[in-house]
Nanobody, 124 residues
């Protein structure tokens, strides 16, 4: 199981950004994928997750409305679109995978497979 996150960068407040998580080595339909983020000095927190089939999504309440998770089955890629970025969105963003049987959510304990992270910095 491999995940490769990319798409981060330095953006200004109010900008939008799309992160990508390219997956390989497993059948995407059989896994749920989540985006997490970790800001300096803070705990890792869930942002959004999607079922392996793409049928269901779940968002962190504080971010719902500003972020959208989606899945391209043919490209085996999970996207995270973030709008109206704020300085407090600055963090390293990670994608992670867990078998679909583990359910849809942000319990860190069930995510065994992680990408390397991509830095998002929101600053004027």
């Amino acid at each position: 199981v491999q995940l490769q996150a990319s798409g981060g960068g330095l953006v200004q407040p109010g900008d939008s950004l799309r992160l990508s998580c390219v997956t390989s080595g497993f059948t995407l339909d059989a896994y749920n994928i989540a985006w997490f983020r970790q800001a300096p000095g803070k705990e890792r927190e869930g942002v959004a997750c999607i079922t392996g089939t793409g049928a269901y999504t779940h968002y962190a309440p504080s971010l719902k409305g500003r972020v959208t998770i989606s899945r391209d089955r043919d490209e085996k890629t999970i996207y995270l679109r973030m709008n109206n970025l704020k300085p407090e969105d600055t963090a390293v963003y990670y994608c992670a995978a867990t078998p679909a049987s583990m359910g849809l959510g942000f319990d860190l304990r069930v995510y065994d497979n992680w990408g390397q992270g991509t830095q998002v910095t929101v600053s004027s």
